[in-house]
């Protein structure tokens, strides 16, 4: 999601920067060993070889069964074979020597040959035919020559790609931007809200691969946009739950579509999982609303950021269709209306649709999403699964990217048993995995260990809760993040993508900022106290853009400016451990934030990765393991290092949990900027390894007011997969009649990649996938 600068003013507040949590809650050998078990060792082993004599490739294409991709992950660390590029503040995409990007997929194109190709001057239409916008997670999955599911393909498959917001480019979707998008303006023309309503959702699209390119297939009967608007069904304890019950499903079984689709998952059955983040902001709420409300109901509502009187970003509730008989707008209002007692004629319970993991069976153009209520309700960034291990549970990782939220598991009942992985019904096997389990939360102890919270009324501090008294396991999973509060998880800095090593089972989740970690006060966007400087949260300092020091003046930026990057490992490396271990794999930050600062501008404890010029980072946002090269792929989401580089790109070594140790970081001014002699507070924390040039190199950076996410290969690892989300969107509504002040003109403009679609440097901006090759056709990265 969109973390806007924040000194631009724009039509919506981005919803990232939202707070509604104002609970109290403040050896690799015998890993793999112990988690992969004989077989898996031994195909390992198999690759081990295999690297060695083909020099650093994986083994990913074995043409066994279809288990072996997971588990035949490279055992040596990846090494690094480009040269880093530098940070860069061009409109373009750049990457290393060697290495070529090509956009395949970009916003408005047509995937259905009777749809017209996209013209870019914002008269197109028909986006349930077209790519949506501002790309997200996405996930390769392999087509065999028999239109079958193949995980050794590497010329075709069908690409899952989330579309997760138009926020700072619907201006560029109509000729002149929106009309009435202001809220004392009238009604919402419905043909542009119909428009923009299905730019968001996910695509499933053919790609082929050509002379080393691979393309978009438009002919492919496989093509699919799924909106919010397509029919969707409930899995899982929530469903036919009362809190889901609305006008369009009386009884609660099923919903209208998806929105706010961020990063992305997939089952080891073969199937997308995409998650509903920022889904609070859509919704229209009468300004009296809370006098028709339960207690419960409001104390709800807060806790998703959904207050009285909230217009729905978009407006879309004010749309008068033509067709009086139709709901499609109305739903996006979630007041109380109707004199039923159980909303049945109205969508008071609509937001509670929201806000869950859809699995999607790519294979299957008309099969039916499911949200699988048993992953819990909140801002879903994405779900990745465990390694999965014959005869144990699975478990899902999950991050809530909002302020001070949770880091959370699913665990499943189910055993996975290898005839799973090629079902002849996937969304069959999907029930039998993701209907059935247990939710927990994560708690980061300061003596570097974890507890899984578990969240169901077995756990006295949820059915014993006074804050909030839950009916059931339903109302346990539609408010999640309340269940956490009680369990008492730990506040963690906006935790976003989830990913694990192939080599051992270990858990990455980026934590990518929070202004409000170790400032004194509360939020400004509610009265939620700050949450303190931790173990798990240990740097509290100041930055400031465009200067080369730092200081406590009323522009600075403060807390955990630039984000970390979190590591676990599950006790004995199970996925259905109530235990862990943890440690800050990566603390990001600029090169240069602690030189040359005395102690009245306090900052020593900021850089302790000890990145450098060609690693320094702000803001990340997406983590993905490649399977074929073992590097983690590391991609930012950025605001505050902005002023030096756009987004970017960056290759890591994982290395594995320990491998660093116990440090002190010593933040002289917890708390109270400017103010002397208040510090220091002290947190002792426990490290990764620091960084190097060896080991954590830059290597792409992204058009001006992008971000990078989504990423995917091809299982040999030759062409690597990412998006360009939302170039060009801090230009102004009211520029659109003026090309020469859009903020990007890329990818029509060429720069980087070949120029795709009209305009050249004039162009609109769009979002686009981007694949990447390496000229000599090797592997990605090495
Ligand atoms: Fe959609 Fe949290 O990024
Ligand atoms: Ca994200
Ligand atoms: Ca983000
Ligand atoms: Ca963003």
């Avoid at 000729?175 to 004392?184: D, K, L, M, R």
Wanted: some cysteine; proline content about 5%; aromatic content about 8%.
């Amino acid at each position: 999601m969109n973390t806007h600068n924040q000194t631009l003013t724009t039509a919506f507040t981005d919803p990232d920067d939202l707070d509604n949590n104002s609970s109290p809650n403040g050896h690799l050998q015998d890993v793999m060993a112990a988690h992969m078990g004989r077989r898996q060792v031994l195909r390992s082993g198999v690759g081990a070889l295999a690297t060695a004599s083909l020099g650093g490739l994986g083994l990913t294409a074995c043409g066994g069964g279809d288990d072996d991709v997971a588990e035949a992950a490279p055992l040596l660390p990846p090494v690094l074979g480009f040269t880093a590029v530098a940070k860069d503040l061009v409109d373009r995409v750049t990457v290393p020597a060697g290495y070529t990007a090509t956009v395949i997929y970009a916003t408005g194109d047509s995937i259905d040959p009777t749809v017209t190709d996209y013209q870019n001057n914002g008269t197109d239409s028909n986006f349930a035919r077209r790519s949506g916008d501002h790309h997200d997670g996405m996930h390769y999955f392999g087509l065999g020559t028999d239109g079958k599911p193949s995980l050794t393909s590497n010329t075709r498959a069908l690409m899952a790609i989330n579309h997760e917001a138009i926020n700072g480019t619907v201006q560029f979707m109509h000729p002149n931007g929106q009309t009435n998008i202001s809220a004392s303006a009238g009604p919402r023309p419905e043909a542009e809200a119909l428009k923009e309503v299905e730019a968001h959702g996910a695509s499933v699209i053919e790609i082929s691969k050509t002379a080393g390119v691979f393309g978009v297939v438009k002919a492919s009967t496989f093509n699919r946009r799924i909106t919010p608007r397509t029919p969707m069904v409930f899995g899982g304890p929530a469903k036919g739950s009362a809190l889901l019950k609305t006008k369009y499903s009386a009884d609660g079984t099923a919903t209208r579509g998806m929105i706010g689709n961020c990063a992305s998952g997939y089952t080891p059955w073969g199937t997308y999982l995409t998650c509903e983040e920022n889904f609070a902001g859509f919704f229209r709420r009468g300004s009296a609303d809370d006098t028709l409300r339960s207690a419960k109901e409001r104390t709800a509502f807060k806790r998703i950021g959904l207050a009285q009187g909230a217009g729905g970003g978009q407006r879309w509730a004010t749309v008068v269709p033509a067709d009086s008989t139709s709901t499609e707008y109305a739903r996006w209002d979630a007041s109380k209306l109707g004199a039923s007692t159980d909303g049945t004629d109205d969508f008071r319970n609509t937001h509670n649709t929201f806000g869950w993991v859809v699995e999607i069976d790519p294979y299957n153009p008309a099969s039916t999403p499911v949200k699988h209520t048993a992953l819990g309700r909140f801002a879903h960034e994405g779900a990745w699964p465990s390694n999965p291990v014959v005869g144990q549970p699975l478990a899902f990782y999950m991050g809530d990217d909002s302020r001070s939220e949770y880091v959370y598991k699913y665990v499943s009942t189910a055993v996975w048993a290898a005839a799973d992985a090629n079902p002849t019904d996937r969304l069959a096997t999907g029930a039998k995995y993701l209907d059935n389990g247990t939710l927990f939360a994560a708690k980061f102890n300061a003596d570097g260990t974890g507890t899984w919270l578990k969240l169901d009324l077995s756990n006295t501090a949820i059915s014993g809760n006074s804050a909030y008294s839950f009916a059931d396991l339903a109302d346990v999973l539609v408010n999640a993040r309340l269940a956490a509060d009680a369990a008492g998880a730990t506040k963690c800095d906006r935790p976003e993508w989830t990913a694990v090593n192939p080599r051992n089972g270990e858990i990455y989740i980026t934590m990518t900022e929070n202004p409000d970690r170790g400032s004194v006060g509360t939020t400004s966007s509610n009265n939620n106290s700050n949450p303190d400087v931790d173990a798990a949260f240990p740097r509290y300092w100041l930055d400031n853009k465009g200067v080369s020091t730092q200081n406590a003046t009323a522009s600075v930026s403060k807390g955990n400016v630039n984000g970390q990057v979190m590591r676990m490992r599950e006790t004995g490396s199970l996925a259905s451990a109530t235990t862990f271990n943890w440690d800050i794999y990566l603390f990001a930050s600029q090169a240069t934030a602690d030189i040359g600062l005395d102690n009245v501008n306090y900052q020593a404890n900021v850089n302790l990765s000890g990145l450098t010029s060609v690693n320094d980072l702000s803001k990340p946002d997406g983590c993905w393991f490649s399977k074929a090269s073992g590097i983690l792929w590391i991609e930012t989401d950025d605001n505050a290092y902005t002023d030096v580089t756009n987004c970017m790109l960056l290759a890591a070594v994982p290395g594995s949990y320990g491998d660093g140790g116990k440090i002190t970081v010593t933040n002289q001014a917890n708390g109270k900027p400017g103010t002397a002699g208040t510090g220091p507070v002290v947190v002792d924390t426990f490290a990764g390894k620091k960084m190097n040039d060896t080991i954590f190199r830059r290597f792409l950076t992204a058009p001006l007011g992008s971000e990078v996410t989504g990423v995917a290969e091809s299982p040999d690892g030759k062409a690597l997969f990412i998006n360009i989300q939302h170039p060009g969107e801090n230009t102004a509504p009211a520029n659109i009649g003026d090309p020469t002040k859009y903020e990007s003109h890329w990818p029509g403009n060429g720069a980087g990649v070949a120029a795709y679609g009209p305009g050249s440097s004039s162009a609109r901006p769009r979002s686009a996938t981007v694949m990447v090759t390496k000229n000599d056709g090797g592997v990605i990265g090495l």
